[in-house]
């Protein structure tokens, strides 16, 4: 019984990683980001890792609301990017996209990006 929990929790893993690396191929986000190193805007990793820390239970919400409706001037590194608003994408998929990036935080290197910059609050 054991062995057949592990290999579901397993293929589930493997199938979650699919489908988020699908809508990430689908929708073009590797255009701007990349996962662990600084692209035209910041890699997922660093989204993760500092949406972790400073938006707490938060983190996931804030990032499918940054990818659905956009967002401009979170990042100081990144103040003259914008990023698009997915309207398309579902709440699955947003949670699906939101779930992968967090997923990513252990793969930042450093303390994050701009620490002791803030997030930009009040700026989309």
């Known amino acids: 019984m054991k062995k057949i929990i592990m290999t579901v929790v397993v293929l589930s893993g493997v199938l979650f990683a699919q489908n988020a690396e699908e809508l990430i191929d689908t929708n073009g986000c590797l255009a701007c980001h990349a996962v662990a190193s600084k692209k035209a805007a910041p890699a997922f990793a660093g989204i993760g890792k500092r949406n972790k820390r400073f938006e707490g239970s938060d983190a996931k919400a804030t990032i ?61």
């Open 64 to 124: 499918m609301n940054a990818i659905k409706n956009g967002s401009k001037g979170k990042y100081p590194m990144f103040a003259d990017s914008a990023m698009p608003a997915f309207k398309n994408l579902s709440q699955e998929d947003l949670s699906t996209l939101a779930d992968y990036i967090l997923a990513q935080s252990s793969k930042a290197k450093g303390r994050g990006m701009g620490q002791g910059m803030g997030m930009g609050r009040g700026m989309q």
